[in-house]
Structure formats: C-alpha cells, structure tokens
C-alpha cells in the first residue's frame, strides 16, 4: 500500500485540464468511492486506536502516527452505514480537509485512476446515503460514488459561519446595495455556509451547484447586466466540481470578453502552495483554503472596494 500514492507528486499537470485522479477505496459492501488524490497525503494499515471520553460516535478513536494524533473517522458509520468491522485489516486515508488534517477509515483500498470531470455528474436526486453524496462517475461499468465529505465534517464538528464584527464596513456593506456575488460550490454545505458568512455584506448571491452551471448562468446574467462585473464583481469558486472544475471555470471565463473582468476568488478544501500556484496559471485573483468566514469577507470586501 506504501506505493500506491509514491507517483502522486508526478501528476500535477492533469489539473487544469479539467482532469482528476480517484483514489478508489470500499466501506464493507461492494460499493466503490474516491477521493481526489491531491487531498490524500498518506494510506496506511490501520495502526491502535485509542478511545477517547465522550467522543462524536463516527470517530472511531485517534491515531499517533508520526508524531501527530489525528481523529479517525468511520466513513460507514458517517455515511449511514454499518460500523466498520475488524479495523485492524483495515486501512486509514490520510487526508486534508478545510485546513486540518484527518484519518477515514475505510475498509479496503483499491487503486488510483484518470478521470475527465465531464464524466462526473451531480449524484441522482434522493434521500438516505445520496444525501452524503457531491457526485459519482462509472468506471468499468460499476457506478463509483464520490462522498461529501464537507457535510460528514461539519456534522462532526460544525463550522462557525460568523463574520467577526470588526471585519465587516458598514460604508461598504451600504455601497453593495443592489449588486451581486456568485458562489459556486458543489457540497450544499458550503454553498450555505459561505452565503451566511457573507450575507452581512449586503449583496444578493447566487448559486450554483457546479463550475458548468456557473459559467451557463454568468452568460445568462451577461445579456442581462453589461458590463457584467460592475453589478456582480465577485465569484467564489470550489475547484473540485462536477463536469467542469473550478481551474477550467476559471479559464472560460477570462477568455469570454463579457466576463473575464470578474474578481475570482478560489475558494476550496484543497490547500497547499501547488494551488496558489495554479491560481496564477488559470488566471484566478485569489486563492482562500476552506473555511474561515472573516478572510473570505475581508477578500470579498477588497475585490468589491476595488471595482467601486
């Protein structure tokens, strides 16, 4: 299992290109899910837990690797499932989300594969298990289900969406009367926790649930609004989208005349200096890793001051 991640550094060149790579893995049924590689940092054999007092019930006990203890969380248990069974043959993925780092438990672990995010679709609409659902993709003729894992975290541990008091200007919030912000994300959880933080701002938002559906909507408020920027200034992209990403968004857009003068502010669970980085090769203003609401004000509040 050590190898499986050893050539991940290597494929950076597929972002960008509306492109991803899946880490397969299994909770206890036949069914497959993934992850974006560029989220996993280590799979291991699941090492001893420990159990801790009064613990949320999908943490299945913390783990001391390398120094670090990190909460291992069930993936079964937090999707609706069964408890995982026999975890000492099971594995941990090691991942980073919003800024901290945490272990998923999961039963097996598969292998990593190339992907279009044109071949990943918005999960079919229902209830139960598809409510923990950002997308799912065929592969091989088996249906692979990709998990929001933003939701299974904040139900463990919700995020504070209050912008602090001192970081919002009343001068500018009265100035943002009658313009707009859109918010493109494609976990409902975001969607909604980024819309409060930034209610206080005085702006109308729109949504939308996918890097496609954004740009769709853009060119439609385009017709409506020219020039498109001074009414709506602002988009807060998620870079991890169905059908289109939010880099290949990002793209479309500055090669669109009517809307390559939007302030892009990248917006996403995925950190690191390699997303900076492509922020500047996709054309993007800014990138904010997921989720503090008084930077993503504060970016907000900048970018709207400078296209007053």
Known sequence: MAGILDSVNQRTQLVGQNRLELLLFKLGTRQRYGINVFKVKEVLQCPTLTAMPKRHPFIRGIAHIR?????????????????????????????????????FLVSSVERIVNVNWESIQPPPSGSG???????????????????????ILDEINPVSTEVSENVIDENVAQANTGRAIMIADDSSVARNQIKR????????????RDGKEALEQLR???????????????LISDIEMPEMDGYTLTAELRNDPALNKLHIILHTSLSGVFNEAMVSKVGANNFIPKFNPDELAEAVQQAVEAAL
């Open 129 to 151: 298990r598809a409510s923990y659902l950002t997308a799912v993709t065929e592969i091989e003729k088996e249906l692979v289900e990709i998990l929001d894992v933003e939701k």
């Open 220 to 234: 439609e408020l385009a017709t409506q609004h020219s020039p498109l920027h001074e009414w709506m200034p602002v």
């Open 67 to 103: 120094g670090n203890t990190i909460s291992v969380i069930d993936m079964s248990l937090a999707t609706g499932g069964r408890a995982i069974q026999d975890i000492e043959n099971c594995f941990i993925v090691i991942a980073e989300y919003n800024r901290s780092t945490q272990g």
């Open 197 to 208: 933080a930034l209610s206080p701002l005085g702006m109308e938002i729109h949504l939308a």
